[in-house]
């Protein structure tokens, strides 16, 4: 059973950091996608960085680009987003996803929700201006 747990959310103010973990179980690294999306009150569920485990190749969404860092440790199994320079459009609940392996979801864009089918149950960021 896979299970994807968010952790390192929280209140900051505008310029400050934070570092979202993800622990992955019962999913195996090594070939397949991860990413980060995220949902502010409103609005549609974005994906802002995503990592490729089997190489490392990263992505990131404009919004993001040069602020934020997609990394993983494998030996921890774990993937995380290094945020900095927050602002306060970065408020909203961080969600990080596991991708289903095979050619059927390899074939999707990085940021298209229905590639991924393990979800965490959310971390929430809120940056204060």
């Known amino acids: 059973q896979v299970q994807l747990v968010e952790s390192g959310g929280g209140s900051v103010q505008a310029g400050g950091s934070l570092r979202l973990s993800c622990a992955a179980s019962?999913?195996?690294?090594?070939?397949?996608?991860m990413a980060w999306f995220r949902q502010a009150p409103g609005k549609g569920r974005e994906g802002v960085a995503a990592?490729?485990?089997?190489?490392?190749?990263?992505y990131y969404a404009d919004s993001v680009k040069g602020r934020f860092t997609v990394s993983q440790d494998n030996a921890k199994n774990t993937v995380y987003l290094q945020m900095n320079s927050l602002k306060p459009e970065d408020t909203a609940m961080y969600y990080c996803a596991a991708a289903g392996g095979g050619r059927w979801y390899a074939a999707w864009s990085v940021f298209s929700p229905v590639k991924y089918i393990y979800w965490g149950q959310g971390t929430q960021v809120t940056v204060s201006s």
């Open positions: 019962g999913y195996t690294f090594g070939g397949n996608d």
């Open positions: 990592i490729y485990t089997g190489g490392g190749s990263t």
